[in-house]
Nanobody, 121 residues
Framework: QVQLVESGGGLVQAGGSLRLSCAAS????????MGWYRQAPGKQRELVAD???????NLADSVKGRFAISRDNAEYTVYLQMNSLKPEDTAVYYC???????????????WGQGTQVTVSS
């Protein structure tokens, strides 16, 4: 089992910044990818950004130039730096872990419980 604990969400005014963190613990198997997804009210969950074991990052077009994803392998933690926040960024943000190794357990994907990000006008 892998546990994901998210933190850093909150209320911020438009144009402000937040830094989300997601710390993984438990049976962690390398290599693994981690990412951030979000779900706004009335909308489907969508990919925000993900990052490979080697640090290759992928960001959704809607957040390019504003958000950045990074990871600290020593701490098994992924971060999402969110700058120039807009009201449309308001959503519950979920951390995702994917085991990519040959010796992954039966369950390869784990999700965090989510952290609320609210951007006011």
């Amino acid at each position: 089992q892998v546990q994901l604990v998210e933190s850093g969400g909150g209320l911020v005014q438009a144009g402000g910044s937040l830094r989300l963190s997601c710390a993984a613990s438990g049976t962690i198997v390398n290599p693994y990818a981690m990412g951030w997804y979000r779900q706004a009210p009335g909308k489907q969950r969508e990919l925000v950004a993900d990052i490979s074991s080697g640090g290759s990052a992928n960001l959704a077009d809607s957040v390019k130039g504003r958000f950045a994803i990074s990871r600290d392998n020593a701490e098994y933690t992924v971060y999402l730096q969110m700058n120039s926040l807009k009201p449309e960024d308001t959503a519950v943000y979920y951390c995702k872990y994917d085991c990519l190794g040959f010796w992954c357990p039966v369950t390869k994907t784990f999700w965090g419980q989510g952290t609320q990000v609210t951007v006011s006008s």
